[in-house]
Structures are given as structure tokens and as C-alpha cells.
């Protein structure tokens, strides 16, 4: 019999059907296979959880400079690493606390040395919160001997810029002042040092001022290695020496801005045009430029005594006053937030006047008073020429001629007879005794 060929179709069907069942076959050998590769990364990759973290080994600390100390430790030998980034959280317990973390084995922290240092450190997963850290270790540096009371007391510092003119390279150079008060305990022939840091650059002090016992109670740097725009700390540090007792050193740590003295503003020049009053002047001498810093101006009615304050961030200003006063006027600076941290205020500058003659108010007020004067001056001299009758001793009254109307009474008597025929008048005159002898005195 003659066989007849199968169609296309049914071929394909044919080998989809094998396809389906090879798949069916293999599944489970898949299967099988990708449990077994998870099984086996799961066996080659660490347990994390599994890892116990030890405590550094070695842990000192070490006075490396005024006010430094230098932390360092190792890595624990018997550490596992198994793929754990590993680091260290330090923490510093005296004088200030302080925590922070690191991946180095050593660290250098600026700090009040003379109450004694102590801190601690730990070994922490840097990359992973699976871990728990490991127990701590610590260290301590005790403080300094010296007997308690004398050491100074009320440490204060200042710096100012000036222009350098011995140096091209540094147009300005910064001087410090120190000052303080001797220790209540410390004894007589107590004697002070004082050294500064700034940076890696420590200098002592050659320029003292004394007390009455020649005990060193300040200081003066002309001179320092102190930048005029820096940020770093500056550490002062004052011991002492006596025949009598340990003197206690001190330490004070101190941010450049907060103990700069600004200097006052440059070239204050103002001019009035009718009732407007117009100032101007210059930056301080200062390292930072022109747009670092704010101004206040004040300006004080000598005429009716009162003053007014602006604050400004230029160095100009107008204002409206009356043409009939004199103004005194003062400008001061301080460095502005923009260039740093918030710091002191300079000096008011030298006072310049502007406006009328000030003699202009004396002048009144002294014709005023002598005004005043003279009235009191006068009347007190009535009083005193009435109470004394020095007017009458002094003007006596000028005397006048008689008059016969005025000096004589005249009595007109009549008298009349018995008769009726004959009348006789007599006349009588009287004269007043005060009138004659007035009159023989005078004549």
C-alpha cells in the first residue's frame, strides 16, 4: 500500500507536543539545580550576624601640643573581618562631652587640658546597623599638680590688625593682648608665663606688664602668627612657679571673632547742603575687603542734646536735619555674618562736627544768665539800702525857703468889746519849733 506524506501542519503539532514534554521532564531538574546554587552561595557568603565586633586594643592618649591631645588605639587582633567594614565611635567624656564616629585609628582634639582629659572608644559596623558595637575601652589623663587657688583667674584676650609694613607678602599683621588676676591662694612671689598656640605655631610671651609685688598680670604680642581672616582656635595657656607652693596652669580656648577688636572706619567726612546732611568713610584696616563689613552711625544734636543711631551695610548716608544746630558724628564697624562669625564692635571714630558755630548756645546762655545777675544783683541792693536807711544817708533831702502859708499857722482871734460901737480884732501868730530850728541849722 502506498503510504501518503503527512501535511505541514501536522508535523508541527507533532514536534510542539515533544517540546512540551521535554520541558515537563527538566522542570524538576532545574528546579533542583537553582536550590542547590542558592544552598551553596548561602554556605560561601559570611553570616554577618554571626560576626562578633571586639573592642580596639592599645587605646592612649598623648599631649602633643597646648591644649592638643592625640587619641590612638589598634585594630583588635582576633578581630573577624568577613567582609564587615569596620569603625570606631569615640567619645570624649571630660572636660566637654563629645561623640563622633571615624574609620582611623587616630584622632587629634583641641581641648581644656588643665581639668584632666578622659575619653573612650568602641568598634562600630560602619556600613551595617545588623551588628551590635563592641564594648568600650577608655583612657584618662589626669590633671596637672599644682595647689588649688593658684592659678590665674579671669583670662581675657584680645586681638587687633594692623598694617604690615616689614612684610609684602602679609599686608596685615595681628597683635594679642592678654590679661588677668593673680590667683586668691597664690602666694607673694608668685611668678606667670604665658604661651599661646595658633595652628602648629606656639610662642611665649616677652612683653609683661606687673602689679605692685612684680607679678606678671598681662601680656603683649606686637607681633603673632595669628591670620587675620583665620578660624581656628587660638589656646592660651598661663602656668606659673613659686618657692611655696605648686601653681595651677590654666587653659582657655578662644574663637578669633568673638575676641577681635575691630578697628573704627577710615577718613569719617560729612558736609550739610541746606537741611541734608551727607557722611562718608572708609573701611578699617582689615584684611577682609570692603563688602564684609556693617557700619553704625551716630549722630548728636549739640543744640538740642539728643543723638540718633542708624545701622548700615554701605558707607554712605543721608539725613535730614535743621540748618540752625551743630552735629557731632561717629562711625564704627564690626565684620559682617556674610564673612563670619558675628564678633565685637570697633571704637567710635574720632568725632568731626558739622553745622553752626557751637559757641552760638553759650552765647545765649551767658547773656541769660547775666542777665539774672544783674537783677538779683540789684535788687538784693534795694533791700539791703531799705533795711539800712543808706538811701536817706546817702541822697539827704535838698532844703526849701519859707513860706509864710506853708510854716506859719495863723490864728485869727476876734475879740469884741462891750460896746457896741468900737470892735477890736487881735491877730495872733504861732510858729512851728521843728520849722525854726530847721531853719537857724540851715541858715
Same mark, same amino acid.
Given at each position: 500500500?502506498?503510504?501518503?506524506?503527512?501535511?505541514?501542519?501536522?508535523?508541527?503539532?507533532?514536534?510542539?507536543?515533544?517540546?512540551?514534554?521535554?520541558? @515537563? @521532564?527538566?522542570? $524538576?531538574?532545574?528546579?533542583?539545580?537553582?536550590?542547590?546554587?542558592? #544552598? !551553596?552561595?548561602?554556605?560561601?557568603?559570611?553570616?554577618?550576624?554571626?560576626?562578633?565586633?571586639?573592642?580596639?586594643?592599645?587605646?592612649?592618649?598623648?599631649?602633643?601640643?597646648?591644649?592638643? %591631645?592625640?587619641?590612638?588605639?589598634?585594630?583588635?587582633?582576633?578581630?573577624?573581618?568577613?567582609?564587615?567594614?569596620?569603625?570606631?565611635?569615640?567619645? +570624649?567624656?571630660?572636660?566637654?562631652?563629645?561623640?563622633?564616629?571615624? *574609620?582611623?585609628?587616630?584622632?587629634?582634639?583641641?581641648? /581644656?587640658?588643665?581639668?584632666?582629659?578622659?575619653?573612650?572608644?568602641?568598634?562600630?559596623?560602619?556600613?551595617?546597623?545588623?551588628?551590635?558595637?563592641?564594648?568600650?575601652?577608655?583612657?584618662?589623663?589626669?590633671?596637672?599638680?599644682?595647689?588649688?587657688?593658684?592659678?590665674?583667674?579671669? !583670662?581675657?584676650?584680645?586681638?587687633?590688625?594692623?598694617?604690615?609694613?616689614?612684610?609684602?607678602?602679609?599686608?596685615?599683621?595681628?597683635?594679642?593682648?592678654?590679661?588677668?588676676?593673680?590667683?586668691?591662694?597664690?602666694?607673694?612671689?608668685?611668678?606667670?608665663?604665658?604661651?599661646?598656640?595658633?595652628?602648629?605655631?606656639?610662642?611665649?610671651?616677652?612683653?609683661?606688664?606687673?602689679?605692685?609685688?612684680?607679678? =606678671?598680670?598681662?601680656?603683649?604680642?606686637?607681633?603673632?602668627? /595669628?591670620?587675620?581672616?583665620?578660624?581656628?582656635?587660638?589656646?592660651?595657656?598661663?602656668?606659673?612657679?613659686?618657692?611655696?607652693?605648686?601653681?595651677?596652669?590654666?587653659?582657655?580656648?578662644?574663637?578669633?571673632?568673638?575676641?577681635?577688636?575691630?578697628?573704627?572706619?577710615?577718613?569719617?567726612?560729612?558736609?550739610?547742603?541746606?537741611?541734608?546732611?551727607?557722611?562718608?568713610?572708609?573701611?578699617?584696616?582689615?584684611?577682609?575687603?570692603?563688602?564684609?563689613?556693617?557700619?553704625?552711625?551716630? +549722630?548728636? =544734636?549739640?543744640?538740642?542734646?539728643?543723638?540718633?543711631?542708624?545701622?548700615?551695610?554701605?558707607?554712605?548716608?543721608?539725613?535730614?536735619?535743621?540748618?540752625?544746630?551743630?552735629?557731632?558724628?561717629?562711625?564704627?564697624?564690626?565684620?559682617?555674618?556674610?564673612?563670619?562669625? %558675628?564678633?565685637?564692635?570697633?571704637?567710635?571714630?574720632?568725632? @568731626?562736627?558739622?553745622?553752626?558755630?557751637?559757641?552760638?548756645?553759650?552765647?545765649?546762655?551767658?547773656? #541769660?544768665?547775666?542777665?539774672?545777675?544783674?537783677?538779683?544783683?540789684? !535788687? *538784693?541792693?534795694?533791700?539791703?539800702?531799705?533795711?539800712?536807711?543808706?538811701?536817706?544817708? !546817702?541822697?539827704?533831702?535838698?532844703?526849701? $525857703?519859707?513860706?509864710?502859708?506853708?510854716?506859719?499857722?495863723?490864728?485869727?482871734?476876734?475879740?469884741?468889746?462891750?460896746?457896741?460901737?468900737?470892735?477890736?480884732?487881735?491877730?495872733?501868730?504861732?510858729?512851728?519849733?521843728?520849722?525854726? /530850728?530847721?531853719?537857724?541849722?540851715?541858715?
Amino acid at each position: 500500500m502506498r503510504s501518503w506524506p503527512s501535511p505541514p501542519e501536522y508535523g508541527h503539532w507533532k514536534r510542539e507536543d515533544h517540546w512540551k514534554q521535554d520541558v @515537563i @521532564i527538566m522542570a $524538576p531538574a532545574l528546579l533542583f539545580l537553582l536550590g542547590a546554587t542558592a #544552598i !551553596l552561595q548561602a554556605h560561601l557568603l559570611p553570616d554577618k550576624k554571626s560576626v562578633l565586633l571586639l573592642p580596639p586594643v592599645n587605646f592612649s592618649l598623648t599631649v602633643t601640643d597646648l591644649a592638643q %591631645v592625640l587619641l590612638r588605639w589598634e585594630p583588635n587582633p582576633d578581630q573577624e573581618q568577613r567582609g564587615v567594614n569596620l569603625g570606631y565611635h569615640v567619645r +570624649i567624656h571630660t572636660p566637654q562631652e563629645e561623640d563622633y564616629d571615624t *574609620m582611623n585609628t587616630a584622632s587629634k582634639r583641641v581641648a /581644656i587640658l588643665h581639668e584632666g582629659f578622659s575619653a573612650s572608644v568602641q568598634t562600630v559596623p560602619w556600613d551595617s546597623h545588623s551588628l551590635r558595637p563592641s564594648c568600650w575601652v577608655s583612657a584618662e589623663l589626669k590633671a596637672p599638680p599644682g595647689s588649688p587657688g593658684t592659678s590665674v583667674v579671669n !583670662l581675657t584676650c584680645t586681638t587687633n590688625t594692623m598694617v604690615n609694613s616689614h612684610q609684602h607678602s602679609r599686608p596685615y599683621q595681628v597683635s594679642l593682648h592678654c590679661a588677668w588676676l593673680v590667683g586668691k591662694d597664690a602666694p607673694e612671689d608668685t611668678q606667670y608665663f604665658l604661651y599661646y598656640r595658633y595652628g602648629s605655631w606656639t610662642e611665649e610671651c616677652q612683653e609683661y606688664s606687673k602689679d605692685t609685688l612684680k607679678r =606678671n598680670v598681662a601680656c603683649w604680642f606686637p607681633r603673632t602668627f /595669628i591670620s587675620s581672616k583665620g578660624r581656628d582656635t587660638l589656646a592660651v595657656h598661663v602656668n606659673g612657679s613659686s618657692k611655696h607652693a605648686a601653681i595651677k596652669p590654666h587653659d582657655r580656648l578662644l574663637a578669633l571673632h568673638a575676641i577681635d577688636r575691630v578697628n573704627p572706619p577710615m577718613n569719617v567726612t560729612a558736609e550739610t547742603e541746606g537741611t541734608s546732611l551727607s557722611i562718608q568713610w572708609g573701611k578699617p584696616v582689615s584684611a577682609f575687603p570692603t563688602h564684609c563689613f556693617d557700619y553704625e552711625v551716630k +549722630i548728636y =544734636n549739640i543744640r538740642k542734646g539728643y543723638f540718633q543711631t542708624e545701622k548700615m551695610m554701605t558707607n554712605t548716608f543721608t539725613v535730614v536735619t535743621d540748618d540752625i544746630s551743630k552735629y557731632s558724628i561717629q562711625v564704627r564697624a564690626t565684620v559682617s555674618s556674610v564673612c563670619r562669625a %558675628v564678633g565685637l564692635w570697633s571704637e567710635w571714630s574720632q568725632p @568731626i562736627y558739622v553745622g553752626n558755630d557751637e559757641q552760638k548756645p553759650s552765647t545765649e546762655w551767658f547773656l #541769660i544768665v547775666f542777665m539774672a545777675t544783674i537783677c538779683f544783683t540789684l !535788687l *538784693m541792693f534795694s533791700l539791703i539800702c531799705r533795711k539800712c536807711h543808706l538811701w536817706t544817708k !546817702l541822697f539827704p533831702p535838698v532844703p526849701t $525857703p519859707k513860706s509864710n502859708i506853708k510854716d506859719f499857722f495863723v490864728n485869727i482871734n476876734y475879740e469884741k468889746s462891750g460896746s457896741n460901737e468900737t470892735e477890736t480884732e487881735v491877730i495872733s501868730y504861732m510858729e512851728e519849733p521843728g520849722l525854726e /530850728i530847721l531853719e537857724d541849722s540851715v541858715f
